[in-house]
């Protein structure tokens, strides 16, 4: 498994030290994609005052068997990961971007991004993180007030779920991501001068928390990060696989512009690498995993509530690719893969358990992985076809 993070600064608009939640398609773009694994770039700011240290929480759909960055100390699993930063790469100054490049690797089913939170490090000068270990750390608030305190609660808002919070000087409740931490009998009073310093430990088995905000009683002692959520919008909705052969299939997609344009581009990702894409309605650009469809100059006038059906036909030689991306003239209409209903959605789709090696006219060679559970002494293959076969051979296997 692997991930590799890069960061590369720049200059953009001045962002709120804490955004009001948006959709993560406006800062996460998906780069390329391959079997167990996608690539993807963040933009992380602009702020608009300097910052030391930052840390990035990143929740999926699905389990995520491992990231990992030369930049970054990371900690998480399955579906929630933290990202943060070294002693060498923690500033971000004001006015700049970070764009963070990483890949994620998975096993089973495809992770989409859900939520990604950037924390700002407001808290970092109100609270002190004293001593770590694994699935712990310590930490430590100074509270101090301008006149007499009788009774104190702490409430604290975190990145991502705790699982307890211990204090000998506290009652404790909570869950989740919002706890309080409340005064003994013996230790409610603070007098204007003096103050309290408050420790207690935070443990957790996933994600590494942080501390997004902190109340002392009325008053706010800290509030910073910024947020966004990713609606997950299934690309099986979007396009309809029209016909199948060993190799390639044959799609649909129906543009509907919201107001009239008088051009169109399509921006298309496949889960998996493909050899070509052809239309005769469109100009064809781009290698592997991602291809872009324009507009040619008959058909690139389309009227507010038309809509054109574009075809369209993907070759393939290796693993059958399905659509995890579709953006049409930059609009993102959908962002997470789906195989597009078929003439016939009841049969099984066997791309997983078979390649297609070669192919040249109406003959194809392909393979078959047997992996048995345990030790057999024969096996049997039985193979059916969506259409008559005018022979079958092969060297490793007698054929009826």
């Not at 270990?133 to 007499?148: C, D, F």
């Not at 309809?240 to 799609?251: A, C, F, L, M």
């Not at 107001?259 to 592997?288: H, K, Q, R, Y």
């Amino acid at each position: 498994m692997r991930v590799y993070l890069a960061l590369v600064l720049g200059s953009l608009f001045c962002a709120q030290a804490r955004a009001q939640d948006g959709e993560c398609t406006d800062i996460l773009d998906i780069e390329s994609e391959g079997q167990g694994h996608w690539q993807g770039v963040l933009q992380l700011g602009p702020y608009e005052d300097d910052m030391s240290g930052w840390t990035v929480v990143i929740s999926f759909t699905e389990d995520v068997d491992w990231i990992e960055s030369a930049m970054a100390d990371v900690t998480g699993s399955g579906r929630s990961w933290t990202l943060t930063s070294k002693e060498w790469d923690s500033d971000i100054e004001a006015g700049s971007v970070i764009h963070l490049k990483f890949i994620v690797d998975y096993s089973g089913a495809r992770p989409d991004v859900t939520s990604i939170f950037f924390d700002t490090g407001a808290c970092s000068e109100v609270l002190t993180v004293t001593s770590e270990s694994t699935g712990s750390w310590n930490g430590e608030l100074v509270l101090s007030t301008t006149e007499p305190v009788s009774g104190r609660t702490v409430a604290l808002e975190f990145s991502s779920p705790v699982d307890r919070i211990e204090s000998i000087m506290s009652n404790v409740n909570g869950s989740g991501t919002s706890w309080t931490l409340s005064n003994k009998d013996w230790d409610g009073d603070i007098a204007v001068g003096d103050h309290v310093t408050l420790k207690f430990i935070v443990d957790y088995t996933g994600s590494k928390p942080s501390v997004l905000s902190v109340q002392f009683n009325e008053a706010t002692l800290c509030m910073g990060g910024s947020s966004c959520n990713n609606p997950i919008h299934d690309c099986s909705e979007n396009y309809i696989v029209e016909d199948e052969k060993p190799g390639q299939w044959q799609g649909l997609i129906n543009l509907s512009p919201e107001e009239d344009i008088s051009s169109w581009s399509l921006e298309i990702s496949f889960d998996n690498t493909v050899d070509i894409v052809s239309s005769p309605m469109a100009d064809v650009s781009g290698s592997g995993n991602d291809w872009t469809l324009s507009s040619v100059e008959w058909d690139g006038d389309i009227n507010a509530g038309d809509s054109v059906k574009l075809r369209f036909i993907v070759q393939y030689g290796g693993q059958k690719p399905v659509i995890t991306s579709i953006k049409f003239n930059g609009d993102s209409l959908c962002n997470t893969g789906g195989g597009g209903p078929g003439p016939n959605p009841s049969n099984p789709d066997c791309s997983g358990s078979m390649t297609i090696d070669s192919q040249q006219g109406n003959l194809f060679t392909a393979s078959i992985y047997l992996s048995p559970a345990t030790t057999i002494t024969s096996w049997m293959v039985a193979l059916s076809f969506d259409g008559p076969l005018s022979s079958l051979t092969t060297p490793s296997a007698d054929i009826s």
